[in-house]
């Protein structure tokens, strides 16, 4: 089992970003220890009782929907590989149910408010300047945080950056006004922090680069200097991003393709529309929604 587990994520390490490759590690790890409390320790063995109990077990230990529906798409996509190498049959655990998600996404930031606090005057200072090229890059294009921890100095082209978003599909997102300015001053300061031989965008007081925690961290830190009285991550910045677009654009596609989403599901789930706003603009642009009162004859 470990062995087929290493192999699989070798493999997987080909195409996939490290972080990707982590969890997967991390899940399947799990998976094979709990085999290992059933005496299963051959690949081959793998079945749907198996995946099943190992999923029982993981929800009574306390683990959240979301997290059993990663364990199962980890285990999932493990047991393809095994078929595809013959070493199983078929995929036992596509008959085992995903369990069902919450409903619940976090609120997008009111855009006035995000305004106030992208907008806030820092000391100029690198480190400042690169934490606002972040922070401008976050909401200009709606990057996941290991995208954005992920980013080299070759992934910005001109008003576009490059990204590898999840399963290693790339995608070119725009760069807004105020994230390209934001970076052009981060970019004249950066050799403060590091040495022409490091590729990453964003480095840390060291001169390397700047992991997921530690931007997570500088976020928080800003959110409170800042004065935002909500709290702020990576993942709230995207989801404002996608909100504020949708609610200006109402083209479900494009956010679609701009946050990187594969089924156009995801974007409706992930994105909250103002119907408010929708209702105003179909009144206002649809030749048949104003209806002319019939004369009397």
């Known amino acids: 089992m470990w062995e087929a587990i290493d192999a699989y994520l070798g493999r997987l ?19 094979a220890r709990f085999a290992e409390t059933r005496d299963v320790v051959l690949a081959e063995r ?20 979301r997290s059993l529906a990663r364990r199962r798409a980890a285990l999932s996509r493990f047991a393809d590989a095994l078929v595809s190498q013959g070493q199983l049959a078929d995929n036992p655990v596509r008959l085992v ?27 100029d200072s690198p480190l400042a300047c690169r934490d606002q090229a972040m922070l401008e890059l976050f909401y200009s294009s709606g990057l996941r945080l290991a995208e954005l921890a992920a ?25 807004g006004r105020r994230a390209r300015a934001a ?16 590729p990453a965008l964003f480095v ?22 800042r004065g935002l009285a909500e709290h702020l991550h990576p993942h709230r910045l995207r989801h404002s991003f996608a909100s504020h677009l949708l609610e200006s654009s109402q083209d479900l596609r494009a956010v679609q393709e701009l946050l990187g989403h594969a089924n156009l599901s995801t974007t409706q789930v992930y994105t909250r529309l103002d119907w408010q706003h929708l209702a105003t603009s179909y ?5 048949r929604a104003k209806r002319r009162p019939r004369s009397d004859s």
């Open 97 to 123: 149910r995903t369990p069902k998600q919450p409903g619940h996404l976090p609120r997008p930031l009111d855009v006035d408010s995000l305004a106030r606090f992208l907008d806030t005057p820092h000391d």
């Open 46 to 65: 793998l079945d749907a009782p198996l995946a099943r109990a190992f999923l029982g077990a993981e929800r009574s230990r306390g683990l959240s929907p």
């Open 151 to 175: 980013l080299d100095l070759t992934s910005l082209q001109g008003g576009y950056v490059r990204v590898v978003g999840k399963g290693g599909k790339p995608r070119q997102v725009p760069v």
């Open 204 to 225: 840390g007081r060291r001169g390397a680069r700047l992991g997921h925690r530690a931007i997570q961290k500088r976020l928080a830190h800003l959110c409170v200097e």
């Open 183 to 198: 970076l052009t001053q981060w970019l004249a300061v950066r050799g403060c922090l590091t040495a022409g031989a490091e």
């Open 283 to 287: 009144d206002a642009a649809h030749p």
């Open 13 to 31: 390490a080909e195409r996939a970003s490290p972080a990707t490759v982590a969890g997967y590690r991390q899940d399947l790890t799990a998976f």
